[in-house]
């Protein structure tokens, strides 16, 4: 019998697959404790530590803030954010964020472990994997990842680090609320509060569920859907975002439906230093605050910087009168222009827009505005071109944006246009400045120092500086009552009057003429009644009773610093003085005869709401309470029966309706008590009108920007057509603003008046129904 044959059976031995295997797991899982170890303690780069995460830092716009709590506009120069907490944003926001960003938000600790496996084992095709923490990590401390596969994984490293230590610093409403206010939303739209603003102008806490919707579908790339650019995909990426907030059960699939067929539906406006409201005010505000940085120091020693610290400057505007006072010019400007543009074409006029100049003597004016252009400047010396080649360039015809006046409202036109000529143009344009103040306190409440600040961004309240005409006669019959003691009753004869050469340091007689020339004399009159026809001859006679220097030294203590010369002159307003001055020195008669000093800044904070200044007001005693309220009854006469008869509907019949309507909006029929004064210069080269409540003081100018600019009559050119509309416009939409507590009440009476103020029984009517102007100008219409 065969032997069977034995079988060899081999068993394979596989420990050493095994203990490799664990040596490989656990090593791996040791290199990535390692890596993260060495990530946490700054060997790939620096990371931050409790310090820098309790205050992260970012660059945030100084707020400029109204008395009645608007933002009136930011300074920043990349950055225009400024931080809102959590209880700021609607619901809506928070929930399309975390529908669409990190549905498991609230139930990790800043990383997401379902997710990332999901990432790793799909390689990222079924969607990424970061949580909000890890993306505001991002956002705060490294910003944009790499290409570089490796510096991108050891960035990944930080991203988790830095994420769990935001988890354990700040709750989870407050990574909420930094990964909004973080997030760059385009169109200088830095943080939620900027974005809700400039897209839809609203507060983030008004934003509602379909606009909450496109500003999170922006997280995913902002330059991408950019719903200024690119609407259509803004909206699509919306409708996901909506669709998402339907997944998680948000909202229902009825309203997603229904805000799906929906427009974006912006209301986009701009947040930018030449635009939107009081630009003209921020523009002297930046001064303002850069004088103050200079001499107020942080606690380190350090200076602040106005453009990044996140500053809060309180101010007295009111946002509701600044816009009030914005309409009024806009509605009465282009009116206004439009008929000067209409007297001073150049059929009629060959050196249009100037008046009163040759052509050599205007080819002069423009060579002295070329030289003081920025494009001067910068030709010369930026670019170190000759004389030559910049005044060649001055004749090459070029592209570029104009400002006009189309449909009655600001616009831009583009157009080709030699530099000279756009000088030219820019020059025919009438400017304007306004300001209004509360005489009480001092609370400036609305600045508007032109008509468009991107063209025009000479401030014509604090800057510009022209001659008062007879807006400065109150002055001197101030003087008058106060030193010689005199009523609005005292007459004078109405005949023409000198004063001798040499008197007052004058060179040469002075003989003032009436508005109507030699033809008006006669009779005697109260200076109630002078005042209210602004007539010169009176006015005359009283700064020779108290002399030239009494009335400057008057003008001194009411606040104005412009240079007057100690002259007889000046009776009749040749100083020049700013819109600023004057509303300040008028104030003091609406204010009992105290002076109170224009204030703009209440306080200004820190970004943490620390207090580093609060205003002190300043304020001094210039006249009784009864020769204050002296004058204003004698400025109440002028909207009674004089050149500012206007505001209460009243004129001579020749008045056309058709001028009323087409160029001064008139009739106003104010009841109410107004106390003002009209002002014309030398052959209208400038209006003013000054008008006082008990509790408001506004003053207008109106003029060309040099003073060959004007209107060739009396007609348009006196201060009751060119600045008094702008005064009744802006004094009608604060009476109709309910919000607002703009008096109608009759300005305080002293309890012990010993000055007799009615001079009903004394006061002659030869000019009582005039709404003429006055002034040292000829006139040629009785208005």
Aim: hydrophobic share 35%; aromatic share 10%.
């Amino acid at each position: 019998m065969a032997k069977a044959k034995k079988e060899t059976i081999t068993v394979q031995d596989f420990s050493k697959y095994i203990r490799w295997f664990w040596v490989v797991f656990l090593g791996g899982i040791l290199s990535i404790i390692l890596v993260f170890l060495l990530a946490s303690w700054g060997v790939f780069g620096e990371m931050p530590d409790h310090t820098v995460l309790e205050n992260p830092k970012t660059n945030l716009a100084t707020e400029i803030l109204s008395s009645d709590g608007q933002t009136l506009g930011k300074f920043y120069f990349n950055d225009n954010r400024t931080p809102v907490g959590y209880n700021e944003l609607p619901q809506y926001l928070v929930n399309a964020l975390i529908a669409t960003e990190d549905a498991r938000f609230k139930d990790h600790s800043g990383i997401d472990a379902r997710g990332t496996l999901r990432a790793l084992v799909t390689l990222g095709s079924g969607g990424g994997a970061s949580t909000i923490s890890q993306q505001l990590a991002k956002q705060l401390f490294h910003g944009e990842g790499s290409k570089n596969i490796v510096e991108r994984v050891l960035q990944k490293v930080k991203e988790w680090i830095i994420a769990i230590r935001l988890e354990r610093q700040y709750t989870k409403e407050e990574i909420i609320a930094q990964y909004f206010n973080i997030y760059d939303f385009l169109n200088n739209a830095d943080g939620i509060r900027s974005a809700s603003r400039i897209y839809f102008g609203k507060e983030p806490i008004e934003l509602d569920l379909k606009e909450s919707a496109m500003l999170v579908g922006m997280f995913k790339n902002s330059s991408l859907f950019n719903p200024r650019k690119r609407v259509e995909l803004t909206k699509t990426r919306r409708n996901v975002v909506l669709a998402q907030m339907e997944k998680y059960d948000f909202i229902d699939q009825k309203v997603k439906d229904s805000l799906q067929k929906t427009d974006l539906d912006l209301n986009y406006s701009p947040e930018s230093h030449r635009e939107g409201i009081a630009t003209y005010f921020r523009g002297y505000l930046d001064g303002f605050m850069k004088d103050w940085i200079k001499t107020n120091p942080k606690p380190d020693g350090t200076k602040y910087n106005l453009y990044n610290d996140g500053l809060k400057i309180y101010t007295t505007i009111d946002s509701r009168m600044q816009k009030h006072a914005e309409d009024a010019v806009q509605q009465h400007m282009p009116r206004l222009q439009a008929e000067f543009f209409n007297q001073n074409n150049l059929k009629k006029n060959p050196t249009a827009p100037f008046l009163d100049l040759d052509k050599s003597e205007v080819a002069s004016l423009l060579r002295r505005g070329m030289k003081q252009s920025e494009r001067w400047r910068h030709l010369k010396y930026d670019l170190k071109k000759s004389d030559k080649e910049i005044e060649a360039s001055f004749e090459t015809p070029s592209e570029m944006t104009v400002f006009a006046w189309e449909d009655g409202r600001a616009s831009e036109i583009d157009t080709i246009m030699k530099p000279i000529d756009s000088m030219r143009y820019y020059k025919s344009f009438l400017r304007t400045g306004m300001m209004s103040m509360d005489p009480q306190t001092g609370h400036v409440k609305a600045w508007v120092g032109g008509m468009n600040y991107r063209h025009f961004q000479y401030d014509m309240v604090n800057q510009g500086k022209r001659q008062v005409g007879s807006t400065f006669k109150p002055f001197v019959y101030t003087a008058a009552m106060d030193q010689l003691h005199l009523s609005p009753c005292y007459e004078l004869p109405d005949v023409p009057f000198c004063i001798e050469a040499n008197k007052y340091g004058n060179p040469e007689e002075w003989c003032p003429k009436n508005s109507n020339g030699d033809s008006d004399y006669g009779g005697t009159r109260t200076l109630k009644n002078a005042l209210a026809n602004s007539v010169n001859t009176i006015t005359a006679q009283l700064i020779d009773k108290v002399g030239p220097q009494t009335v400057i030294d008057l003008v001194r203590k009411l606040g104005v610093e412009s240079d007057i010369p100690a002259v007889p002159s000046i009776a009749l307003g040749t100083p020049d003085i700013s819109v600023y001055e004057m509303v300040g020195a008028y104030s003091a008669f609406a204010n009992q005869g105290v002076y109170t000093k224009p204030v703009m800044v209440t306080t200004i904070a820190d970004k943490n709401g620390t207090i580093l200044y609060q205003f002190k007001p300043e304020t001094r005693d210039v006249l009784s309470a009864e020769t204050a309220y002296v004058t204003v009854k004698l400025m109440e006469g002028v909207t009674q029966s004089g050149s500012g008869a206007r505001l209460r509907g009243r004129g001579r019949d020749s008045y056309r309706s058709d001028f009323r309507k087409a160029v001064t909006g008139y009739p106003y029929d104010f009841k109410n008590a107004i106390a003002g004064k009209t002002g014309t210069t030398q052959n209208q080269s400038d209006g003013w009108f000054m008008g006082m409540v008990p509790n408001l003081v506004t003053g207008v100018w109106v003029g060309g920007e040099d003073r060959s600019v004007h209107f060739p009559n009396i007609t348009y050119g006196q201060g009751a057509t060119m600045a008094l509309p702008i005064w009744g416009v802006y004094m009608q939409n604060c009476y109709a603003d309910k919000h607002l507590d703009v008096s109608k009440a009759n300005f305080e009476k002293p309890k012990n008046l010993s000055i007799n103020v009615d001079c009903s029984k004394v006061d002659t009517d030869s000019d009582s129904d005039s709404d003429q102007e006055e002034d040292n100008t000829p006139h040629d219409l009785d208005f």
